[in-house]
């Protein structure tokens, strides 16, 4: 089938530049999210997030009709739900997080209403395993005059399938385009109209398989990250109780022709990393000791870093002004979802009473930063304390203020 309009449920740092891409080969995107700041900016050709190049295309894309935001789903051909998948913390006996669903579920309300005979609906969320067959239900449930592939197979009137986003935040635009896609499909026939879909755009490989593998892939791949981080940031701790350089150490370690040590940081933020293990965990909680070990790794690490910035600081010095350079989850980018820094610097605000500051070159100015002062670069260097937890480039070229610093990223 022609896929001629495309709705996108959910406008952030996936939906949006997903949306775009369709909409920049010329398809009809309607474009679905309850923010009405974001459907407003939108549709004046801007954007509410920062991104490279994406501006650019959405203003394209808006002042040719091809792109247009609304509050609520509009009838069309394909449906590609980009909402949201957060976890419930310790929301079990074991404080292991659960996920966190409702999104989704809102999202198939949304859409089932206008759903008719041959559409295609994907849910490109990063999901358990599992979650795909449930909003189908949930869809199915809410529309019993059609029929879906877990009851009718390849002769269903609805098509399902998964295909996770695998893409890294400040190159997205490159990324979405010239990405292999997984794509899994709950039959044969879904996998294919999913293919043909992105292919639309998409550059790479678009892989088959079946939907839960295709949920599990992405998980691992994040799990697997995880993991390798969680060896950095622990190995990081290690040499600090040994008076060992660890930057210095791994750079050593990697000249090994077959290691390949990771950099490690204030821990792991983000949608993806610091969220994704936990799914697997959730879901297979006897078999999962490595991930789970990594997960907690990895949670400790902004912890035992606040406490450093603590000891390093005093109790008795609370005219110290600190400065923290970095509050976004990774470089270059605005995006706060998950942010070790911002752990970090609430846990420091906890303990001390010093006046704080934030330089985070990615949100705009006059803003605060988990109520702390956001500042330029050369308000930031008149403080006592530095401390760097991301590697803006902006700070790369920086000189090495004076006073304290502490540098989690080895910047300098």
């Given amino acids: 089938m022609n896929f ?17 891409m369709f909409a920049s080969r010329r398809k009809k995107v309607i474009g679905v999210d309850v923010n009405q700041h974001a459907v407003d900016t939108i549709n004046r050709g801007e954007i509410h997030i920062v991104e490279p190049e994406l501006d650019i295309a959405v203003h394209a894309a808006v002042k040719e009709g091809y792109l247009r935001a609304t509050t609520r789903p509009e009838p069309a051909d394909a449906f590609l739900v980009a909402v949201p998948t957060p976890f419930k913390k310790g929301a079990d006996a074991g404080n292991i997080p659960t996920p966190d669903l409702s999104y989704i579920q809102a999202a198939a309300d949304s859409i089932a209403p206008v759903l008719k005979k041959g559409d295609l609906v994907i849910l490109e969320s990063t999901s358990p395993v599992g979650a795909t067959e449930q909003m ?25 399938a998964h295909c996770p986003e695998r893409v890294l935040p400040g190159r997205v635009m490159y990324e979405l385009i010239e990405n292999d896609r997984i794509i899994g499909g709950m039959t044969a026939r879904c996998s294919q109209a999913s293919a043909k879909l992105y292919k ?137 979802r998950e942010s070790a820094a911002l752990i970090v610097m609430n846990k420091v605000k906890e303990k ?45 070229g920086m000189s090495k203020p004076e006073g304290i610093v502490i540098d989690a990223k080895g910047i300098f």
């Fill in 136 to 160: 189908a239900a949930w869809l199915a449930e809410a529309r019993s005059d059609l029929s879906f592939p877990q009851h009718s197979g390849e002769e269903s009137d609805i098509r399902v």
């Fill in 200 to 336: 639309t755009f998409v550059r790479g490989d678009c892989i088959t398989t079946n939907v839960r593998t295709a949920e599990m892939a992405k998980l691992t791949e994040n799990a697997f990250r995880d993991v390798n981080i969680a060896f950095a940031n622990e190995l990081s701790m290690i040499c600090d109780d040994s008076n060992i350089d660890v930057w210095e150490l791994i750079k050593l370690a990697n000249r090994h022709p077959r290691v390949n040590i990771l950099q490690p940081g204030p821990g792991v933020g983000g949608h993806c990393i610091a969220v994704d293990p936990w799914f697997i965990v959730s879901g297979n909680p006897q078999k999962s000791n490595l991930i789970r070990a990594s997960r907690n790794v990895n949670d400790y690490k902004p912890i035992w870093l606040a406490n450093k910035i603590i000891e390093t600081v005093g109790l008795d010095n609370p005219d110290l002004k600190i400065c923290f350079y970095g509050a976004s989850f990774k470089a270059n980018i605005d995006d706060l």
């Fill in 352 to 396: 001390l009473k010093n006046p704080i500051f934030v330089v985070e070159p990615n949100l705009k100015e006059g803003g605060e930063v988990s109520g702390a002062s956001l500042v330029e670069i050369e308000s930031g260097k008149k403080c006592d304390v530095h401390v760097f937890l991301v590697e803006h480039e902006q700070f790369l």
């Fill in 4 to 20: 001629d309009t495309i709705c996108v449920v959910g406008l952030g740092y996936i939906g949006l530049p997903t949306a775009t």
